[in-house]
């Protein structure tokens, strides 16, 4: 059974950081390039963070660049984001997913996500 478990949200003040974690099981991430997206109330969902399947490469929404950090550990078969500098526009249910095929800044090209976890960025 595929899953992706993601951990380490929480209320946080503006200017501190987090660390949110993804654990895959049933699947090996090393196949599939992943990312992080968030979803707002009364937003749509909307990208944060890719990495490519070895971790050469990432890649980021304007938004977070400079402040977030994309990592993985495919022994371990996990994801990471490192988030400094919060703001409370960042508050939101965080999710990975596991890339299909197709532009990867779209939602729709990811069939493996994980049901979230709640970030709060107090001001």
């Known amino acids: 059974q595929v899953q992706l478990i993601e951990s380490g949200g929480g209320l946080v003040q503006a200017m501190g950081s987090l660390r949110l974690s993804c654990a895959a099981s049933g699947f090996t991430i090393s196949n599939y390039r992943m990312a992080w997206f968030r979803q707002a109330p009364g937003k749509a969902r909307e990208f944060v963070a890719g990495i490519t399947w070895t971790g050469d490469s990432t890649y980021y929404a304007k938004s977070v660049e400079d402040r977030f950090t994309i990592s993985r550990d495919n022994v371990e078969n996990m994801v990471y984001l490192n988030m400094n500098s919060l703001k409370p526009e960042d508050t939101a249910v965080y999710s990975c997913?596991?890339?299909?095929?197709?532009?990867?800044?779209?939602?729709?090209?990811?069939?493996?996500w994980g049901q979230g976890t709640q970030v709060t960025v107090s001001s």
């Open positions: 997913a596991a890339h299909g095929s197709g532009n990867y800044y779209q939602p729709s090209t990811y069939i493996y």
